[in-house]
């Protein structure tokens, strides 16, 4: 999505060859302009899958996939990052480890949202390694709904997650795909290095 492309040449940072920080309109100030163009891109990308609800995690993948859920006319859920590994029988749980962080967190979402008629749409802000996408595609399964996609904002396609997800039989769409970050600079792939 060029416009996307755009603002992460303009304003994005590239901390070192694995990460590149984005707190200007993503992960900190969010620029809502940004997100309705995103959540735009997500509903006609998806649009024929028949999505009843979409699901994303806390905090940063909250703004786009509410902005994909104004467009698709659904309700927009987020998995809850739990300090406690206490279960309740209301809850479809699973745990995720980041390997950018190094901790594992819990993450729960009460049952009574999803069921097993919703065709769900997963929606992050970022795919690097999967393990955060593995672990809300587990907790749909648990609510026997089905995964009809899962939708990125960014990509570091030099990551396995991508290709983990693609692997299972998941449908991938990501707006904006790295292909670097090597040497302070970000390079996506484009349509002619496919
Ligand atoms: P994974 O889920 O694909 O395996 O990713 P990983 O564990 O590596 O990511 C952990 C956190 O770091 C996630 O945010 C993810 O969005 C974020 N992240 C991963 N790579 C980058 C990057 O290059 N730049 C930025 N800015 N973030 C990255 P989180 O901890 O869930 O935080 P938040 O959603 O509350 O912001
Ligand atoms: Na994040
Ligand atoms: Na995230």
Redo the contacts with the bound molecule.
């Keep these: 999505m060029r416009l996307l492309e755009e603002k992460i040449k303009k304003d994005g940072r590239v901390l070192n060859e694995n990460v590149l920080k984005v707190d200007s309109f993503l ?1 900190h100030q969010i620029d809502p302009n940004l997100m309705n163009e995103l959540g735009k891109e997500f509903s006609q990308l998806f649009a024929g899958e028949g999505i009843t609800k979409i699901v994303t995690i806390e ?3 909250i703004a786009p996939a509410v902005m994909a859920g104004l467009y698709m006319n659904v309700p927009v859920i987020f998995a809850r990052k739990r300090k406690s590994v206490t279960l309740t029988d209301d809850l479809l749980t699973a745990s995720v480890h980041s390997f950018t962080k190094n901790e594992t967190s819990e993450l729960a979402i009460a049952k009574k949202y999803l069921n097993e008629n919703d065709k769900v749409l997963i929606i992050d ?2 795919l690097a390694n999967g393990q955060a996408a593995l672990a809300l595609v587990e907790m749909v399964q648990q609510a026997n709904s089905s995964v009809a996609g899962i939708g990125i904002v960014i990509e570091k396609s030099f990551q396995p997650g991508a290709q983990i997800l693609k692997e299972q039989g998941l449908r991938v769409e990501s707006l904006a795909r790295i292909a670097s970050l090597s040497n302070g600079e970000v390079t996506f792939i484009t349509e002619d290095m496919e």
């Design positions: 992960n905090s940063s993948g802000d970022f």
